[in-house]
């Protein structure tokens, strides 16, 4: 039943357009940091928007019923990667603020649709090792970007806590890499 759902044209269309006036938000919402960043790192600030355009362009291609596995394994690795991160980081505002704005419930939710739609999608990728291998790189080059050079999204009160964040993020996206292997690679030699 759900393999129908996400095979669906008019459900792929409308989870195309939802994820393409999100990837235009998103970057909307990066502006003002866009703006103080030196152009050498711009690619490397909007994590979540970006992630949404490959999505979006996978989801297009999908649409018409072909593949561009080096665009599905950067979809799924960095909506997976920048869903949950944002859900944790939102939920660890709440907890040192002991309070979050309506938009950070907005962006939990959004992100956590983020990265379950980049899973869910897991059995339509035909992701290889080469594709993941490029995928991995660029998700950690990102961490050394936001980490090493200090062009993470922006959480206010959690600023002082950037290394913790850092090594945190470091992880997930190890697991992410692996999650993916598991869900695409790994799943497909095993059938």
Do not use: C
């Amino acid at each position: 039943m759900i393999r129908y759902i996400l095979q669906d044209k008019k459900f792929i269309t409308i989870l195309l357009i939802i994820n393409l006036f999100g990837t235009i938000y998103g970057y909307y919402w990066y502006g003002w940091q866009l703006e103080m960043t030196p152009p050498i790192f711009i690619p490397f600030v909007p994590d979540s928007p970006t992630a949404s355009l490959f999505f979006t362009v996978f989801l297009l291609f999908f649409l018409v019923g072909r593949n561009i596995p080096y665009i599905e394994a950067l979809a799924i690795t960095s909506l997976f990667k920048y869903g949950i991160w944002a859900v944790v980081m939102n939920l660890l505002t709440l907890y040192v603020d002991g309070y979050l704005h309506p938009s950070g419930y907005m962006l939990m939710a959004s992100h956590l649709g983020m990265a379950i739609q980049g899973l869910l999608y897991a059995p339509f990728y035909k992701i290889k090792l080469k594709h993941l291998a490029l995928a991995s790189i660029v998700v950690l080059h990102n961490d050394i970007i936001d980490y090493v050079f200090g062009h993470m999204p922006m959480y206010g009160s959690l600023l002082s806590y950037s290394n913790e964040i850092g090594y945190f993020t470091f992880w997930l996206s190890i697991f992410t890499i692996g999650i993916t292997y598991w869900l695409t690679i790994y799943q497909r030699q095993k059938n």
